[in-house]
């Protein structure tokens, strides 16, 4: 009997250990130079994304009872970062928006993200088939600042992890679609007591992307 429970033990590790191991990711590219993938080969080096054409990045604020206080619009916003191309992980290093707008800020709205060189945020992709994929980013934590007529209001949020979708190609598309941030700090009639943010982004760099 001892034996039998040992064995079972034995085998429900294996069993973890695989499942762990299936859980991770390879990001391919044609450009890349590790062992071949379905389509490119492993790619391990800067990853750059910009806002589609055409599209804006939005974030829009509600308050307790679940009506929306206030919506940023920004026409322009990039994303920076390195992946590790056999494990999927990386980190985000710079994540920026610009050209932004809101009705409720008459006097001019800017946004930004705290990723930076020195606080880069943790990121780990994974495969759900046909090389597409998720992109789960930790710490994640911007604001914008809305000119009201009374003066400025600064509205914080933060997520401990935001999960977008990866689209394989050449070029490959990532999308955020309302996922949810938690404020921070700010007034409630206009930041909301929380936020959701969605966009959808094109990897220029590389110039084709896979996940595996």
């Known amino acids: 009997m001892r034996l039998k429970i040992?064995?079972?033990?034995?085998?429900?590790?294996?069993?973890?250990?695989f499942a762990a191991s299936s859980a991770s990711a390879k990001v391919c590219a044609t450009t890349g130079t590790g062992e071949a993938c379905t389509t490119g080969k492993?790619?391990?080096?800067?990853?750059?994304?910009t806002l589609k054409t055409g599209t804006s990045a939005t974030l829009t604020a509600t308050n307790s009872s679940g009506s929306s206080?206030?919506?940023?619009t920004c026409?322009?916003?990039?994303?920076k970062g390195t992946v590790t191309g056999s494990t999927g992980a990386g980190k985000i290093s710079?994540?920026?928006?610009?050209?932004?707008?809101?009705?409720a800020c008459p006097n001019g709205v800017t946004a930004s993200t705290t990723a930076s060189t020195t606080n880069e945020w943790p990121a780990q992709a994974t495969a759900t088939g046909s090389g597409n994929g998720t992109l789960a980013v930790e710490k994640v934590e911007g604001s914008f600042?809305?000119?009201?007529?009374l003066g400025n209001i600064t509205c914080t949020y933060k997520t401990a992890k935001a999960t977008t979708t990866v689209t394989g190609g050449e070029p490959a598309h990532v999308t955020a679609t309302s996922i949810p941030l938690e404020r921070v700090s700010?007034?409630?009639?206009?930041?909301?007591?929380?936020?959701?943010?969605?966009g959808t982004y094109?990897?220029?760099?590389?110039?084709?992307?896979?996940v595996y």
């Open 6 to 17: 040992i064995g079972l033990a034995a085998l429900a590790m294996a069993l973890m250990a």
């Open 42 to 49: 492993v790619y391990s080096g800067a990853i750059e994304a």
């Open 69 to 72: 206080v206030s919506t940023v």
């Open 75 to 79: 026409t322009s916003s990039t994303v």
């Open 94 to 103: 710079s994540f920026t928006f610009a050209t932004c707008s809101s009705a």
């Open 145 to 149: 600042v809305c000119g009201t007529i």
């Open 186 to 198: 700010g007034a409630e009639a206009t930041c909301g007591t929380k936020a959701d943010w969605s």
């Open 202 to 210: 094109v990897v220029t760099n590389p110039a084709s992307l896979w």
